[in-house]
Nanobody, 125 residues
């Protein structure tokens, strides 16, 4: 099965932007749905966004819609998460995951089959 790997995290000032990347290894993302989740210290893992790679159908957490954009580059077998107008509450470890969830279950972490190691995003004031 595919193994996702995240990169692009770092320290950014509030109001800034950051783009995270999720690259496939072992297999392509073809046919998969790739989701982004995040987990802040002391909090549960939270759904951010997902994209069905073959037709670009996207789903977003309501609270993040408009600031975050998920996209994919099939030639590079990479899924991106563009984050804008970052706030301190966006500080978390961001994970990408791959699986075959039905549309209604894309925000459920339990239905994804493989996960990356995560990349830290820290937003300073």
């Amino acid at each position: 099965q595919v193994q996702p790997a995240e990169s692009g995290g770092g320290l950014v000032q509030a109001g800034g932007s950051l783009r995270l990347s999720c690259v496939a290894s072992g297999q392509t993302f073809n046919g998969y749905t790739v989701g982004w989740f995040r987990q802040a210290p002391g909090k549960e893992r939270e759904f951010v966004a997902a994209i069905r790679v073959n037709d670009r159908a996207t789903t977003y957490a309501d609270s993040l819609k408009g600031r975050f954009t998920i996209s994919r580059d099939n030639a590079k077998d990479t899924v991106y998460l563009q984050m804008r107008s970052l706030i301190q509450e966006d500080t978390a470890v961001y994970y990408c995951a791959a699986g075959f969830p039905v549309m209604s279950a894309r925000n459920n972490a339990n239905v994804y089959r493989s996960w990356g190691q995560g990349t830290q995003v820290t937003v300073s004031s």
